[in-house]
């Protein structure tokens, strides 16, 4: 099987099974995905869900987070991972969106990498969730999968994965295979004994084909 049919094939399994695959964090607007997304970093989805609703009631608004404490912020997302280091990117954040951005969350994936907390990561979430950009955010999941798979081989980085995703999936697509990576990751190709009896692309995964070929 070449690179070429196995992401062809990958691509029409996940276009047919799950064509409006979306982010699992729940928002209302792009001030809530930004904090969501700072939030979710090497923490679950979930968690971050059980949070955010007494967060946001509290700061609705880059403004009201902004005239908060980081230690005022902890204590909302205290059973997040890595809270204080995180209350104090979501203050600063806060301030730097009023002060530069006039309490907008800037749609310049360059300028949205400049507020705290916020790497290529994050931006290319906002990027590719809220405003469709043709980029592909690499989380821990997708770095996982694309190698595991065979979309990529011997990756070394986040960066790395990216370049080759972005090289080899139609850009238009990008946005939605972020999710489909994700997804596949979170539910079928966990990190921890992957569920390859149930995944509708064995046949077309690197990893399955070498553990069957170690069988015989």
């Given at each position: 099987?070449t690179?070429r049919e196995?992401?062809?094939?990958i ?7 799950m064509?409006?695959?979306?982010s699992?964090?729940h928002?209302?607007?792009e001030?809530?995905l930004l904090v969501?997304v700072v939030?979710?970093?090497?923490c ?6 059980m949070?955010?609703p ?18 005022e ?8 991972s ?7 990117h979501?203050a600063?954040?806060?301030r730097?969106l009023?002060e530069?951005f006039g309490?907008v969350?800037p749609?310049?994936l360059?300028a949205?990498?400049r507020l ?9 979430v906002?990027?590719?969730v809220?405003?469709?950009?043709e ?10 999968v ?12 986040p960066?790395?994965?990216e ?22 990751g979170r539910y079928?190709c966990?990190a921890?004994?992957?569920k390859?009896?149930?995944c509708?692309i ?8 070498n553990?069957?070929a170690?069988e015989?």
């Amino acid at each position: 099987m070449t690179l070429r049919e196995r992401y062809d094939g990958i691509i029409a399994y996940f276009q047919q099974e799950m064509p409006t695959a979306e982010s699992e964090l729940h928002y209302e607007n792009e001030w809530q995905l930004l904090v969501a997304v700072v939030l979710s970093a090497q923490c679950t989805d979930k968690r971050v869900n059980m949070t955010t609703p007494a967060l946001f009631e509290a700061y609705p608004t880059p403004e009201k987070m902004a005239a908060a404490t980081p230690e005022e912020i902890f204590s909302y997302i205290r059973s997040i991972s890595y809270p204080n280091n995180k209350a104090k990117h979501l203050a600063s954040a806060a301030r730097m969106l009023v002060e530069e951005f006039g309490g907008v969350v800037p749609d310049d994936l360059e300028a949205l990498q400049r507020l705290p907390g916020v790497g290529r990561k994050t931006a290319n979430v906002l990027g590719a969730v809220l405003w469709q950009r043709e980029v592909m955010p690499v989380d821990t999941h997708v770095f996982r999968v694309a190698e595991r798979i065979g979309l990529t081989y011997r990756s070394k980085t986040p960066l790395q994965t990216e370049k080759t995703l972005s090289k080899n999936i139609p850009g238009h697509l990008l946005p939605v295979a972020h999710h489909w990576l994700i997804l596949h990751g979170r539910y079928v190709c966990t990190a921890r004994a992957p569920k390859c009896a149930k995944c509708g692309i064995r046949a077309l995964c690197r990893h399955y084909a070498n553990a069957i070929a170690k069988e015989k």
